[in-house]
């Protein structure tokens, strides 16, 4: 999943997003639709896009809830990429009429 970073000397920010992250619920098994962003800056390693894009689908068929999955993509690529920092970003279809956006980062903000 991990590559060279080309510029490892300099601090500059990756943007990924994509609207295709689905899994189920876990408790209904009706499938779950999100956008995720993925923000950081990279140290040694950059993520390469094809390995990300597959990675994300495998979600599919997992019965996960919402925080859950957030914070599990986040630790994933942050122990395969070491980035400096990376925020996670779920932006979830509206399912019972409540839209949810879970949001975590590494290292953990202050405060």
Same mark, same amino acid.
């Given at each position: 999943?991990?590559?060279?970073?080309?510029?490892?000397?300099?601090? *500059? =920010?990756?943007?990924? =997003?994509?609207?295709?992250?689905?899994?189920?619920?876990?408790?209904?098994?009706?499938?779950?639709?999100?956008?995720?962003?993925? +923000? %950081?800056?990279?140290?040694? &390693?950059?993520? =390469?896009?094809? &390995?990300?894009?597959? *990675?994300?689908?495998?979600? +599919?068929?997992? #019965?996960? %809830?919402? @925080?859950?999955?957030?914070?599990?993509?986040?630790? !994933?690529?942050? !122990?395969?990429? #070491? /980035? +400096? &920092?990376?925020? $996670?970003?779920?932006?979830?279809? $509206? +399912?019972?009429?409540?839209?949810?956006?879970? @949001?975590? &980062?590494? /290292? $953990?903000?202050? #405060?």
């Amino acid at each position: 999943m991990a590559i060279a970073n080309p510029s490892p000397d300099r601090a *500059y =920010e990756v943007r990924c =997003e994509t609207p295709e992250l689905t899994c189920v619920c876990p408790v209904t098994g009706q499938p779950d639709f999100a956008t995720v962003r993925i +923000r %950081y800056v990279p140290d040694a &390693s950059i993520v =390469e896009l094809k &390995s990300l894009k597959l *990675y994300l689908w495998s979600y +599919r068929d997992q #019965g996960v %809830y919402h @925080e859950a999955v957030t914070n599990q993509i986040l630790d !994933d690529l942050v !122990d395969a990429l #070491g /980035p +400096r &920092s990376m925020t $996670v970003v779920t932006d979830w279809l $509206v +399912r019972g009429g409540i839209h949810t956006v879970v @949001e975590a &980062s590494h /290292p $953990v903000p202050p #405060g």
